[in-house]
């Protein structure tokens, strides 16, 4: 089978809806090593296992941004939410390529490149940005191996922060994830307000919401779920509110710039075996393709606090902070 023929053949297994977890995982891992094998990148590079510090968070070394790959659920909805959104494009946008605006590609296009073979001639281009230039060279030499030119309009170094799209050629639709769990670290926010103001007017972002909440987490039956694969236990984790949610509607992501203050409140009646605060972490990438609690490393719970007995505190404040290290504050009321 040639190279492209067995990008459509793990493509499809990623992405279908028949496939099982089992081959999510197996797929996303074949095709990290068919990225690797034609591309050249040099995944033993030391230099390529740091990551660089910008003004507005970190941008990851290549090496674990090409690892986000076998991030399997989070890899397999991105791909099914931006078909999706490809398809809902055409119809808002229509006779025209949709102009997909990809920032932080990282070394292997991973939320561009496998959907190359399910795309038509001259229904999507792509513009694709990052700040790594070895991270662009590398999908420059896998767009020539997959032949894949005519879906790119530009591979760029630039920062996604300060980047201007050419006002004769806006985008549709913006993809991007550059983020961790609590969107932590990595500059989500500070791209997000840069790049969603200059989308043509009904252009789409992914993904679409990311929701973070504090809530309560039940240590123990958070063990019986990793350790017991017959507990079909529920209830693990309450939610409090209100939570912080972040779209390309300019009131949520302002609220973020501006590090809006939310008090949350503990429940005065609150279970005391539910002591872990952490944050929690749901991603919506379109419509009903969510990746939601501990099905990627972006939705792994953080521990803010364990909470102790008799209760020191009847809430927090909770608020964001953009800046080198982005991320959540909080302080117990
Ligand atoms: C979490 S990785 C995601 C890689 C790939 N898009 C994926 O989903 O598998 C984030 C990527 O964004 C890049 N990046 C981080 N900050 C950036 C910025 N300010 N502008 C452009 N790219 C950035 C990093 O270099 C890295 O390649």
Known sequence: MDDRAELRRLTEVL?????????????????YELFLRISGFNEKEEAFRRDVQMPSGKALGPVWAAFCLKDAIRTRIFLRGILKALEAARHRFPGTPIHVLYAGCGPFATLMLPLVPLLKENSAVFTLL??????????KRLIDAFQAESFVREIAVADAVRYRIDPNGRAHVLVMELLQAGLSKE????????????????GIVL???????????????????????????????????????????????????RGEERIIHLPANRDPAYNRLCLFTALQVYENECVETWESALTQPLLLKNLEEPPQATGIA????????????????
């Open 130 to 139: 990052d700040v790594w230039p070895e991270n662009v060279q590398s999908v």
């Open 318 to 333: 909770l608020r964001y902070e953009c800046g080198v290290a982005p991320g959540f504050r909080f302080r117990l009321l």
């Open 207 to 257: 993904p679409e919401r990311i929701r973070v909440n504090a809530g309560l987490l039940h240590p123990g039956k958070d063990m019986r779920r990793m350790t017991d694969p017959d507990w079909a236990g529920q209830d693990v984790f309450r939610l409090l509110e209100p939570g912080f949610t972040l779209t390309a509607d300019p009131d949520d992501w302002q609220s973020f710039l």
């Open 15 to 31: 992405t279908g809806p028949e496939s099982s977890p089992g081959q999510w995982f197996a797929a996303s891992a074949a095709l």
């Open 187 to 202: 500059p989500q926010v500070a791209a997000l307000a840069n790049l969603a103001p200059q989308l043509l007017p009904g």
